[in-house]
């Protein structure tokens, strides 16, 4: 659901002037509803919250999910999760594997300061450098194995494989396996519910299976991470995760929000905040949000606030389009405020937030990608 938290014409003739778009928008009401609706989630299932920072990239996103009662974050990247480290951010978990010797060393210096830190392995022969260079370092680092569950993207197959590598894992100087990691991505935008609840089940009994064979060698996984936006009513059911891996409900997207034909269970709470910046043409005029400005592998921008009966949709590198309804006119400099069609790698084009509640601009978050303009 659009929330209308934002007041957009009193915001804008407040402050409008102090804000250089393109911008990225956080609705602070919905996005603290956002936050509260899932920590009372996760408490009322009985499951921890490792919320994912790919969707936001913000020490400040960071400690409000764990102040709500997340137990930690997950990273997909070495880069956020230095950032977040940096910021006193502990308990984090790198969910994607790092190979290179760079990663490695990088990833050494982290856990020396960064407590709680963990990461992932799917192959025998990472394990072999990882354990190397920890016992060389002098440190115990904490891995979780990834287990392919079926979006083939990274993981070992379920099963004896994971036993395998998790024996190998424990038994290597300098390395601690901790459990595993099962992330179902290919089954979180599947727009029929039936069906993506009978994908979540099939994923679940793949942990489920794997965590019992890894029981009977004396190698209980005590963590068991996955799940994410999508899922996240179905995962809690089936009793095998331990913590939950959701990142996007924070701030929603077009993608997800149409998912849910009877409404998204959260807020859209995040915007691109754009301005006309040509309106020559008698049906279309032109922004200074295009390709740059939002995230381009799903369907265009819905637009939140602006002429009614208007599309939009990206012209070019710099520029948007929107196309007016018969009769709508608009003018240089007036706004045009869009949903975004991905959160994730959208937030990823942005340095930082514009923080808005009401109809004032009440703070900016710096994200891992840059700093103020």
Known sequence: MIAPGIDWPGLLQRNGAE?????LVIDLDAFERNIARMAAHCREQGIAL??????HKCAE???RQIAAGAIGQSCAILDEAEHLAAAGIKNILITSPLVSENSIRRLLALNAQ???????????????????????????????????VGHRRTGIAPGEPVVTLAVQVAQSPGLKFAGIQGYAGHIQHIADRTERQA???????????TRELLKTRGLAPGIISGGGTGSFDMDPAGQVLTELQAGSYIFMDRQYNEIWPDGPPFETSLFVLSRVVSANQPDIVTTDAGQKSFATDADAPLIAYGPKGASYSTFGDEYGRVRL???????????????????????????????IRG???VDRWVTASGKYR
Do not use: W
Request: hydrophobic share 45%; net charge negative.
């Open 19 to 23: 804000i250089a778009t393109p911008a």
């Open 50 to 55: 490792r919320a994912h920072a790919k969707t």
């Open 61 to 63: 996103v960071a400690r």
């Open 114 to 148: 960064s407590p709680g830190l963990m990461a992932v392995v799917d192959n025998r022969e990472v394990v072999s450098r990882l354990s190397q260079a920890a016992f060389a370092a002098g440190q115990i680092l904490t891995l979780l194995v990834d287990i392919d």
């Open 199 to 209: 994908r979540a089940i099939e994923v679940m009994d793949k942990l489920r299976q």
């Open 325 to 355: 309804a018969e009769g709508e006119k608009m003018r240089i400099g007036e706004a045009v405020v869009c949903v975004t069609p991905h959160c994730d790698p959208t937030v990823n084009l942005y340095g930082h937030y514009v923080v």
């Open 359 to 361: 109809n004032e601009v």
